[in-house]
């Protein structure tokens, strides 16, 4: 049964919430899944079908949190219709401040609020199979981990577009990692709560992405040891759009610019200083690979495109780094893909 979660910021803020009664959690460990959503109502939908299925160990308690980041509230009759069918409680709430970073904060917030003793994050474009969240607690606890990390698996659109390359993952299984994407996570309420890290997420980086590879990263510099498992995969549908050479090469800019930002936080300037001939090496390299990438189409269509790409990428990461330190910052999130 659905009841009304009385609001507690201002109703601009709050806007309409709804939630399942939660369970009763004096023996459990309660879990709390976070969905930060905007203009992707068929994604969300499918998203929380495979999230309402979870099967859970023994002891184990769910809340589901969905933040609708939507200047109007759009995603509520998705939430409701998803609670209709839900093993776990859903707590549905609306963020009017545009950017992934506030909406992220609301998720902890709730947590906190609720008592949570793991917080996760799945994005609004990816399913997770049944045994998703079984698998990601049964890694945590094998490896000690305060962040566990799984892997996301494409769903590329047929035809293949043109420029979509299968990436192998570069991370074996227990390896230990830097930092962390929301992508697929789960963590442990010590980073949130006041007696422990206190993290948020970096309000600034809100529409320019990158706010989680900040968040795990001061994370990591507290402490937290950050694992990374193969087994807990789910999938994520990748639109035709997000494909495109020149998509990617964007992607490589900003990734690029936001080194710049989370870098200078902790380290200062002189870290870009030290590494600019470097950096400025990588704009030769990736022009040489693109110039020569033609001379392999021949031979190798597959070799063609990843040397056009690796190529780009250097150029396009180097530019994006340059940009950040003259103080660009990119607006990823102000343009949503999907639907």
């Known amino acids: 049964m659905l009841t009304t979660v009385q609001p507690t910021h201002s109703a601009d803020q709050q806007g309409a919430a709804i939630a399942a009664t939660p369970p009763q959690t004096a023996a459990l460990s309660l879990m709390c899944v976070g969905v930060c959503t905007a203009g992707r109502p068929q994604l969300l939908s499918k998203c929380l079908a495979s999230l309402v299925l979870q099967r859970l160990p023994r002891n184990y308690a769910c809340v589901l949190i ?3 980041n939507d200047a109007e509230p759009q995603a ?10 839900s093993r776990f409680p859903i707590c549905y709430l609306h963020e009017t401040r545009r950017g992934i970073s506030f909406a992220r904060n609301r998720v902890l917030e709730e947590a906190l609020d609720i008592g949570a003793h793991w917080v996760g994050f799945i994005d609004d ?10 698998k990601m607690i049964a890694a945590s606890r094998r490896y000690q981990a305060d962040v566990l990390q799984g892997p996301v698996k494409p769903v590329y659109p047929r035809p293949l577009p043109f420029w979509a390359l299968r990436k192998p993952s570069e991370l074996a299984e227990g390896e230990t990692m830097k930092f962390a994407a929301t992508n697929n996570v789960i963590f442990s309420e010590r980073l949130i709560r006041a007696d422990g890290m206190d993290l948020r ?5 809100g529409i320019s992405g990158g706010e989680d590879t900040d968040f795990f990263l001061r994370a990591r510099m507290r402490g937290a040891r950050i694992i990374f498992s193969e087994r807990p995969a789910i999938r994520e549908e990748v639109p035709s759009v997000r494909l495109t050479y020149a998509r990617q090469m964007q992607r490589a800019f900003r990734n690029g610019a936001n080194d710049v930002y989370i870098k200078r936080k902790y380290y200062g300037v002189t870290i870009f200083v030290r590494r600019l001939p470097q950096i400025l090496l990588r704009i030769p390299r ?32 180097s530019l994006g780094v340059l940009a950040g330190l003259g103080g660009l910052r ?9 639907c």
């Not at 999130?333 to 999907?338: A, F, L, N, S």
């Open 66 to 68: 969905v933040v609708d």
């Open 330 to 338: 990119p607006g990823a999130y102000r343009k949503i893909d999907g």
């Open 76 to 85: 509520r009759p998705i939430v409701e219709a998803a609670a209709a069918h």
């Open 286 to 317: 990736g022009a040489v690979q693109m110039l020569i990438s033609p001379l392999l189409a021949p031979f190798s269509l597959h070799l063609f495109k990843k040397a056009a790409l690796e190529g780009g990428r250097k150029i396009s990461k």
């Open 201 to 205: 997420f970096d309000e600034a980086m």
């Open 125 to 134: 474009d990816e399913t997770a199979p049944p045994d998703w969240l079984a």
